[in-house]
């Protein structure tokens, strides 16, 4: 059911982003001198999810419009002090992580034969490395594995480090004063490049790298970047594959140029779905920084259909197709029937997205029922609050609204009642718009009385 078969992959999408992303980097070129090009940023990070205003200005051409920013200064204050104080908290609570249990995690790394990377989740009272269900139960399964875990952002520090234990490894525990300040002088720099050249000074670009450093988020991935590719090295034989989930965020890029340039076996796992106008997903752009560039040896995909599409991307190592993976297990059987005025949202992690999607849906209560079932890290958003949870999937519904989520195609059910809604001035976040033939339909929410008048036609 998830390998989408002979549905045709629509290449042009695909050239036309990288067109744009192409065109981005070449405006922002300059800025690779900042650190040699290993500066981790939303310069060139772009996850649409994450940062999707700003992404639809590049893919519009206008990350360079005049915009108010904020001055270096109150930049460069505000993060001293607050990664300062985050590092004071991570070094008394790290100390005593490595006093419970350093020993055996060295042990564990050091004996392990293949090492995985990622975010681990809380789950019936143990640590969990969510991100690589089925690949180590099946590639994995004749290999003594290690984890490097991050904390979700959802779960505290006490509770993550709590429940993290060999052979789990908590990267945050392994962060050094000197990871901190060698990203604070890389954060400053940078800052100080994009407000004194011209073509950025006082731009889109200059404040969204403000927002970028100030929020913590580059100094999170040039940190744990460093803590892992330390880790790995010194704890590790030369011979162990290191594995990562297919997401290609700043600090895995970080590491895989690293560890690639050291001869280490580097592997992507994929772990998700998106949609083509994710520009984090885009290796090999023509004024990116080499680490931008940087890709696995070896690929692990969920389907034949991913595996052209990563190609396609720029990915060119060999793609193996996943016998499990972490939506292989579940058939999701949902009854779409016309006449049926009730409308099921399913909603995605992705929470700028869900809160707009249930803005629109508020406007058709009164004339259509509508129940959401939301990712438990957006349970609790106000947006959601008035609306009737759904914790399954029971029931008869005239259409499916989805968010920018796996679960979709893990869907047993009418494709052609499944609906997309595509706010304007925002990237189309469908991971259905890979497919030129997608039975569903996209509804683009700009002129709310002929939105909601073609979801009322679909329900007839």
Same mark, same amino acid.
Request: hydrophobic share 45%; charged share 20%; proline share 6%.
């Given at each position: 059911?998830?390998?989408?078969?002979?549905?045709a992959i629509d290449v042009a999408a695909i050239d036309r982003t990288r067109q744009a992303l192409e065109r981005y980097c070449a405006q922002v070129r300059d800025l690779v001198r900042a650190s040699d090009g290993a500066v981790p940023s939303a310069v060139y990070e772009l996850s649409t999810s994450a940062s999707p205003e700003f992404a639809q200005r590049v893919l519009d051409d206008r990350a360079l419009e005049q915009?108010?920013?904020?001055?270096?200064?109150?930049?460069?204050?505000? *993060?001293?002090?607050?990664?300062?104080?985050? +590092? =004071?908290?991570?070094?008394?609570?790290?100390l005593l992580w490595r006093m419970r249990h350093g020993r055996v995690a060295m042990r564990s790394l050091r004996e392990s034969t293949a090492v995985q990377v990622g975010f681990v989740a809380i789950r019936e009272g143990r640590a969990v490395a969510h991100d690589f269900h089925g690949f180590t139960e099946t590639v994995l399964r004749d290999q003594r594995v290690a984890v490097l875990g991050r904390r979700l952002p959802?779960?505290? +520090?006490?509770?993550?480090?709590?429940?993290?234990?060999?052979?789990?490894?908590?990267?945050?525990?392994?962060?050094?004063?000197?990871?901190?300040?060698?990203?604070?002088?890389?954060?400053?720099?940078?800052?100080?490049?994009?407000?004194?050249?011209?073509?950025?000074?006082?731009?889109?670009?200059?404040?969204?790298?403000?927002? #970028?450093?100030?929020?913590?988020?580059?100094?999170?991935?040039?940190?744990?970047? &460093?803590?892992?590719?330390?880790?790995? @090295?010194?704890?590790?034989?030369?011979?162990?594959?290191?594995?990562?989930?297919?997401?290609?965020? #700043?600090? %895995?890029?970080?590491?895989?140029?690293?560890?690639?340039?050291?001869?280490?076996?580097?592997?992507?796992?994929?772990?998700?779905?998106?949609?083509?106008?994710?520009? $984090? +997903?885009?290796?090999?752009?023509?004024?990116?920084?080499?680490?931008?560039?940087?890709?696995?040896?070896? *690929?692990?995909?969920?389907?034949?259909?991913?595996?052209?599409?990563?190609?396609?991307?720029?990915?060119?190592?060999?793609?193996?197709?996943?016998?499990?993976?972490?939506?292989?297990?579940?058939?999701?059987? =949902?009854?779409?029937?016309?006449?049926? &005025?009730?409308?099921?949202?399913?909603?995605?992690?992705?929470?700028?997205?869900?809160? &707009?999607?249930?803005?629109?849906?508020?406007?058709?209560?009164?004339?259509?029922?509508?129940?959401?079932?939301?990712?438990?890290?957006?349970?609790?958003?106000?947006?959601?609050?008035?609306?009737?949870?759904?914790?399954?999937?029971?029931? @008869?519904?005239?259409?499916?609204?989805?968010?920018?989520? @796996?679960?979709?195609?893990?869907?047993? @059910?009418? &494709?052609?009642?499944?609906?997309?809604?595509?706010?304007?001035?925002?990237?189309?976040? $469908?991971?259905?718009?890979?497919?030129?033939?997608?039975?569903?339909?996209?509804?683009?929410?700009?002129?709310?009385?002929?939105?909601?008048?073609?979801?009322?036609?679909?329900? %007839?």
């Open positions: 059911m998830f390998d989408q078969g002979a549905l915009v108010k920013v904020p001055s270096v200064a109150t930049c460069v204050a505000k *993060l001293v002090v607050r990664e300062t104080l985050k +590092m =004071l908290v991570l070094s008394a609570t790290g959802q779960e505290s +520090m006490r509770t993550y480090l709590g429940y993290c234990r060999p052979p789990v490894v908590a990267i945050e525990a392994y962060l050094r004063w000197s990871d901190l300040w060698s990203g604070l002088t890389a954060a400053i720099r940078l800052r100080r490049r994009v407000a004194s050249l011209s073509a950025t000074r006082g731009t889109v670009v200059e404040q969204h790298v403000n927002a #970028d450093i100030v929020s913590g988020h580059m100094m999170s991935g040039w940190m744990m970047a &460093r803590a892992v590719i330390r880790l790995v @090295t010194r704890h590790t034989a030369p011979e162990t594959p290191v594995c990562l989930p297919m997401e290609r965020h #700043d600090w %895995e890029t970080l590491v895989t140029q690293s560890l690639s340039d050291r001869n280490r076996a580097v592997w992507a796992v994929q772990n998700c779905t998106f949609s083509p106008l994710d520009l $984090n +997903m885009y290796a090999a752009v023509g004024g990116a920084p080499r680490y931008r560039s940087a890709v696995p040896q070896r *690929l692990f995909v969920v389907s034949q259909s991913w595996g052209t599409i990563f190609a396609e991307l720029g990915m060119r190592a060999p793609p193996t197709i996943l016998e499990q993976h972490r939506f292989s297990a579940q058939r999701l059987p =949902l009854r779409l029937a016309p006449g049926v &005025r009730r409308i099921l949202y399913i909603g995605s992690i992705n929470a700028q997205k869900v809160i &707009r999607d249930l803005q629109a849906l508020r406007t058709l209560r009164g004339s259509v029922e509508v129940e959401i079932r939301l990712h438990p890290s957006c349970a609790n958003l106000p947006a959601a609050a008035d609306f009737t949870r759904q914790p399954g999937l029971d029931g @008869t519904y005239g259409a499916c609204v989805f968010a920018d989520t @796996t679960m979709v195609f893990q869907l047993e @059910t009418d &494709r052609s009642r499944l609906v997309f809604l595509d706010h304007p001035g925002f990237p189309n976040q $469908n991971p259905a718009a890979f497919f030129a033939s997608w039975p569903g339909k996209t509804v683009v929410w700009g002129d709310q009385q002929s939105a909601a008048s073609e979801l009322a036609r679909l329900l %007839e």
